[in-house]
Nanobody
Framework: QVQLVESGGGLVQPGGSLTLSCAAS????????MGWYRQAPGNQRELVAS???????AYTDSVKGRFTISRDNVKNTVYLQMSSLKPEDTAVYYC????????????WGKGTLVTVSE
């Protein structure tokens, strides 16, 4: 069974920084494209950033220049470095991973809360 476990969420002041990590594990599992989504109260879940195995990245417009996604293919781990955080970045952040060889198999973490507030 594949598991994704996020870590690194917490409370940070506006303008601050935070780094999220997500480790995927499971017998024989190898991650394809990985990504970070977020969901704020009352809003739909949205894609924040994604990264392919070849490290091709994509970002939603609101985080471009502030967030950086990266990964370690050996460790099946994806990171999200967040800087210049704004109150509107407050949300539960979810890790997502597609199976490397079966792209219709998509896995989710349980989420980690990021709160940007004074």
């Amino acid at each position: 069974q594949v598991q994704l476990v996020e870590s690194g969420g917490g409370l940070v002041q506006p303008g601050g920084s935070l780094t999220l990590s997500c480790a995927a594990s499971g017998s024989g599992f190898s991650a394809g494209t990985m990504g970070w989504y977020r969901q704020a109260p009352g809003n739909q879940r949205e894609l924040v950033a994604s990264i392919t195995r070849g490290s091709v990245t994509a970002y939603t417009d609101s985080v471009k220049g502030r967030f950086t996604i990266s990964r370690d293919n050996v460790k099946n781990t994806v990171y999200l470095q967040m800087s210049s955080l704004k109150p509107e970045d407050t949300a539960v952040y979810y890790c997502n991973a597609k199976h490397r060889f079966f792209s219709d198999r998509v896995y989710w973490g349980k989420g980690t809360l990021v709160t940007v507030s004074e």
